[in-house]
Structures are given as C-alpha cells and as structure tokens.
C-alpha cells in the first residue's frame, strides 16, 4: 500500500507565503515523476508544478517565478515553496507522484489534498 500525505496547507494574507509538503510512504521500490495540482472549486484540476527523479522541473506559466518546487530522493518527499500568493491561488492542492510499489507495475498516485485559502 502506498500513501502520499500532504501538509502545510492553511489561510495566508495575499502577498504571503506558504509551503507545502508531501510524503511518499509505505511498499516503495522506485518513485518517478512527482508533482503539485490544484483545484478550484468548480474547476478541473490543473498541474501547479512537477519535478522528475533526475529534478527536471516544470511550472505552470501563473506560478513561475513566484512558486519553487524541490524533491529529496532518499525520502520521497517534495516540496513547493509558494510566495506572493494572490486570491486565485486559493485551492485545494494535490501531491501527485508516480510509484512502482514492490513487485507491482508503476501507477499514478494522489494525496488527498490540503486547503490554501488566500485572503484578507
């Protein structure tokens, strides 16, 4: 069984900054592709950012600049430091990350998402 746990959501000011952090657990052998999501309400879930094994890192055009995703191998874990949050950043954000348990094929994970709310 696999989990990924996300933490560090919560209601910042705009302008402000927030980290979140996510943890890969449980019957690991390798772990891919890793990456943040998010969604609004009433809207599709849309990738934030995402970071290879090997730290390719891609950014949705809104976040870049403003949002720094990193990844720690050995722990299966990432995190995106996000600063100068506005309003339209409030969603519920996703890790995501791409896991082959032991003696299973590679398949698509998620977290259960954490809140971020930015407003006055």
Not at 47 to 59: D, F, P, Q
Not at 108 to 118: A, D, I, K, M, Q
């Amino acid at each position: 069984q696999v989990q990924l746990v996300e933490t560090g959501g919560g209601l910042v000011q705009p302008g402000g900054s927030l980290t979140l952090s996510c943890v890969a657990s449980g019957s690991i052998f390798s772990v891919g592709d890793m990456g943040w999501y998010r969604q609004a309400p009433g809207e599709q879930r849309v990738m934030v950012a995402t970071i290879s094994k090997g730290y390719r890192i891609n950014y949705a055009e809104s976040v870049k600049g403003r949002f720094t995703i990193s990844r720690d191998n050995a722990q299966n874990t990432i995190s995106v430091q996000m600063d100068s949050l506005k309003p339209e950043n409030t969603a519920v954000y996703y890790c995501y990350a791409y896991v082959a348990p032991r003696g299973k094929d590679g398949m698509e994970y998620w977290g259960n998402g954490t809140l971020v709310t930015v407003s006055a």
